[in-house]
């Protein structure tokens, strides 16, 4: 992508990435052939969250979402936990007691939330993955009435993938708000996606919130009642909770707090510095950027980021992040899809095509090196 000079025979440069998801695997390939790096995760595999929907309804699919790193990275690839870093000596420490250096430290440890939307600690290895992920598929296939709690992109891509491959199933989304997806979309965004979802029979629930998530299984088939603050009922047999992320800190919450938000992000710059720091960085879900976090913006996170990492290191200008205007896409299920570029709706098609038929498991593969299974 045109990054500029090579670093590779400079022993004084080396960039440590943590965390292995779209900005840090971003950042990663951009800076193959140009610099010393090494990418640290603590699972074997990109775990292609965008497919998760899709995997709790389509046998197989899980597999579809799951690309090893080794082939992709090999030696510059480092499976481990990050636990502390020491800012003074430029060292991050591995939950194993290993100690790596570096000269640049990047961290791009995204967010955290149910599964199949994230992975819980703990579940490093594709097998466990796909086998937590065919137990969801078998609790889809016997329930007979969902209640989604959250309708923000994901809650709402599940309901629509539920609805869409099981006719026969009764699927209510429940949000606290009017506004589905974002609060940036636009009214005729909301009309048609309301249109749509209506159309696959999927029951909306606005502007309630439920009040006895805390005492509702989430884990198995059971007739239930969910309860809101409206005074609504809802009968569920499966209860799927998609409240929202949060900010996995896990690996600098002791050793950067003062840099911390009070929600666990750290405070950037627009060059992605961490403030009252020097040489670390933060990109993507785990920065205070105030964007709506999404995988494209942390790609565009890493290939800036990459750029001013070269041209500080070769006496070149870095320049300044600057947020796009927004920007989103939803799939609807494998046959619809839904898309917003400003205030602009996207060709309904163009989404389908590029998102709903496979969740873009095709272009993970491919930007990863590899051939999709």
């Known amino acids: 992508m045109g990054l500029g000079p090579s670093l590779l025979d400079r022993e004084d ?9 779209y900005a840090g695997i971003q950042l990663a390939r951009n800076l193959k052939n140009k610099a010393r790096f090494t990418l640290i995760d603590p699972k074997e595999m990109l775990y292609h969250n965008v497919g998760a929907v899709r995997s709790c309804t389509e046998p197989g699919f899980a597999k579809k979402i799951l690309i090893p790193y080794a082939p992709t990275f090999g030696e510059n690839f480092k499976q481990g936990a990050v636990t502390g870093i020491n800012a003074a000596g430029k060292t991050v420490l591995l939950a194993s007691g290993e100690t790596v250096k570096y000269s640049h430290l ?5 967010s955290t939330g149910a599964f199949p939307f994230n992975l819980p600690d703990g579940m490093t290895t594709e097998a466990e993955v796909v086998k937590k992920s065919e137990g969801v598929l078998e609790l889809v296939k016997e329930a007979k009435k969902f209640a989604i709690i959250g309708g923000g992109a994901v809650g709402t891509e599940i309901a629509a ?3 869409t491959d099981y006719k026969d199933k009764e699927v209510t989304l429940i949000h606290t708000r009017e506004v589905l997806v974002d609060a940036e979309s636009s009214e005729a965004f909301q ?3 309301k249109h749509i979802l209506k159309g696959l029979g999927v029951k909306l629930v606005l ?4 009040t ?3 005492q509702l299984p989430t884990d198995r088939v059971e007739t239930v009642t969910v309860m809101t603050d409206k005074g609504t009922e809802i009968s569920a047999d499966l209860v799927i909770p998609c409240t ?4 996995n800190s896990m690996a600098y919450k002791d050793s950067l707090a003062s840099s911390m938000e009070d929600n666990g992000s750290l405070k950037v710059n627009n060059f992605f510095e961490v403030q009252g720091t020097e040489g670390i960085y933060a990109i993507g879900d785990c920065t205070n950027i105030p964007e709506t976090k999404m995988a494209y913006r942390a790609g565009m996170h890493a290939d800036l980021l990459a750029k001013n990492i070269l041209a500080e290191e070769t006496g070149g200008t870095k320049k300044e992040y600057k947020p796009d205007p927004f920007m989103m896409t939803i799939s609807l299920g494998r046959k619809a899809g839904m898309g917003q570029k400003g205030t602009t709706l996207l060709p309904e098609f163009m989404v389908r095509m590029l998102k709903s038929r496979d969740m873009m498991a095709w272009k993970s593969w491919r930007d990863m090196g590899q051939s999709a299974p």
């Open 207 to 210: 502007g309630e919130r439920v």
């Open 13 to 21: 440069v080396h960039v440590v990435i943590v965390g292995g998801g």
């Open 244 to 247: 929202g992320l949060k900010v």
């Open 191 to 193: 009309k048609r996606l």
């Open 161 to 163: 993938e539920i609805a």
């Open 106 to 110: 990047v961290l791009a440890t995204g």
């Open 212 to 214: 006895n998530l805390d």
